[in-house]
């Protein structure tokens, strides 16, 4: 299978809560990553989460790992509709700071 | 800073042709990557530098691929001869050694169609 899965689509009203999950195979990742794409343009990091936690918050984010199951998420409350774009989850390789990217997500936010 | 300058945005171009993808990385960075975006593939990491030197190339899919890095502002990918199948969109990302490595930054990408 694939290194990253994440689901490729994920539809929501402006508003609501979005949450994308997403499961990766490097148990040995110390760095995890969201990245965000936005239409025509390179990624830029949205937020990432050292894999001794299990938790971080940033403002409308919130970034939760399950490292035994491997699985990351990121949720973004009161979703807008500037919120429109490709999310990548990006494990990092091994203790490296450098990502592993899968297919990403590409959320639409709808009125 | 001007971010990671990637030329050109769109190249069109046919089978058999040599395409040169550049890149100039933020000042001060010293590593680099190279990555080419496809919707059935993902974002792959094609090949990447740190201090110029190339430190893993294992995901340049074959001998047609090769990229330098002259020095520490200017990098290049080469495709030659170029197929259909190379047509997606290629990344140039640049970042810091240490803690600054926690972040790259990523060019606007060059979109490539091989007819």
């Known amino acids: 299978g694939e290194d990253v899965e994440q689901s490729l689509f994920l539809s929501v009203r402006e508003g609501d809560s979005s949450v994308i999950n997403c499961t990766y195979t490097?148990?040995?990742?110390?760095?995890l990553y969201w990245y965000k794409q936005e239409p025509g343009a390179g990624l830029q990091l949205l937020t990432y989460i050292f894999s001794n936690m299990d938790m971080k918050q940033d403002q409308r984010l919130t970034v939760l790992l399950n490292k035994k199951d491997k699985h990351l998420s990121l949720r973004i409350a009161d979703t807008q509709t500037g919120d429109s774009a490709i999310y990548f989850c990006?494990?990092?390789?091994?203790?490296?700071?450098?990502?592993?990217f899968g297919r990403g997500t590409s959320l639409i936010v709808h009125p | 800073d001007a971010g990671v300058i990637q030329s050109p945005r769109h190249e069109v171009t046919e089978m058999g042709q040599e395409v040169t993808l550049r890149c100039k990385p933020i000042s001060g960075h010293d590593y680099l990557f190279w990555y080419r975006q496809t919707m059935m593939r993902g974002l792959e990491l094609l090949i990447y530098?740190?201090?110029?030197?190339?430190?893993?190339d294992s995901g340049m899919p074959e001998d047609r691929f090769s990229a330098k890095m002259p020095n520490a502002s200017f990098s290049t990918l080469k495709i030659q001869p170029s197929e259909p199948r190379d047509s997606a969109v290629y990344f140039c990302?640049?970042?810091?050694?240490?803690?600054?490595?926690?972040?790259?930054?990523f060019g606007p990408g060059t979109r490539l169609t091989v007819t």
């Open positions: 990302a640049s970042s810091l050694s240490g803690t600054g490595g926690l972040e790259q930054y």
């Open positions: 490097d148990s040995s990742s110390t760095y």
């Open positions: 990006a494990p990092g390789r091994g203790g490296s700071y450098i990502p592993t």
């Open positions: 530098f740190n201090n110029n030197v190339p430190i893993d």
